[in-house]
């Protein structure tokens, strides 16, 4: 079945550590890509989004992401992380021909003080 | 950004009855989507909501279960019926606001728990 893959389901971190969070997915066709963050008690935010160019993408609180088409993969990077960036992190794609969001499921990051 | 509020925020229910969640958008959106956030998981969604036709409902939901009204262009109710404690969940209303698949804006979101 088609679906979106996320590898870690929990990552702790201490501050200034390096992130990278994993995300495949498996739709053929034109995908356009996104990362949510969910804070603690918060609704979803979008982070950065993909539709097509630059493979790098650049999002908000120095989070960015690098879709690699030939691994359908479009994993999520901070250089470093810091304690408020604790959440739940959702990689979601809205596959060629759709018009609804899949997500996958999702990653708990802990950042250590 | 689009501006979304759902109504109630939380809300405990008894096992079957039902509850209406309503879901109001600041300006007029073609597709509206349901989502479910069960206890550790993900997102998945509920179905597609479009003014004026029926809703499109995913695989594992049914209308008789999950009914959901689309009266207009900015609101939307969804319906969780004969509720179970299996039904405990926070449900999402969500919207495209340009109709061209860039971004979903979310609520922020439904918590109900079924005793």
Not at chain 1, 6 to 23: D, F, M, R, T
Not at chain 1, 52 to 60: E, M, N, Q
Not at chain 2, 63 to 85: A, Q, W, Y
């Amino acid at each position: 079945a088609q679906s979106v893959s996320q590898h870690n389901h929990h990552v702790i971190l201490s501050e200034a550590a390096s992130l990278e969070l994993g995300c495949n997915y498996s739709y053929g066709g034109t995908v356009n890509l996104f990362w949510y963050v969910q804070y603690p008690g918060q609704h979803l935010q979008l982070l950065l989004k993909y539709f097509s160019g630059d493979p790098l993408v650049k999002g908000i609180k120095g989070f960015e992401a690098e879709f690699i088409k030939s691994k359908f993969s479009f994993n999520l990077r901070k250089p470093s992380v810091q304690w408020s960036d604790t959440a739940e992190y959702f990689c979601a794609v809205i596959p060629y021909n759709n018009n609804d969001m899949r997500f996958g499921a999702g990653t708990r990051l802990t950042v250590k003080p | 950004s689009a501006v979304i509020s759902q109504k109630p925020s939380r809300d405990i229910c008894q096992r079957g009855t039902s509850l209406t969640i309503q879901c109001q958008v600041d300006s007029q959106v073609t597709m509206m989507f349901w989502y479910r956030q069960q206890p550790g998981q993900s997102l998945t969604l509920i179905a597609t909501a479009n003014q004026g036709s029926e809703a499109t409902y995913e695989s594992g939901f049914v209308i008789d279960k999950f009914p959901i009204s689309r009266p207009n262009l900015t609101f939307s109710t969804l319906t969780v019926s004969n509720m179970s404690p299996e039904d405990s969940s926070i449900y999402l209303c969500s919207v495209d606001r340009d109709n061209l698949n860039t971004e979903a804006f979310f609520g922020q979101g439904t918590r109900l728990t079924v005793v």
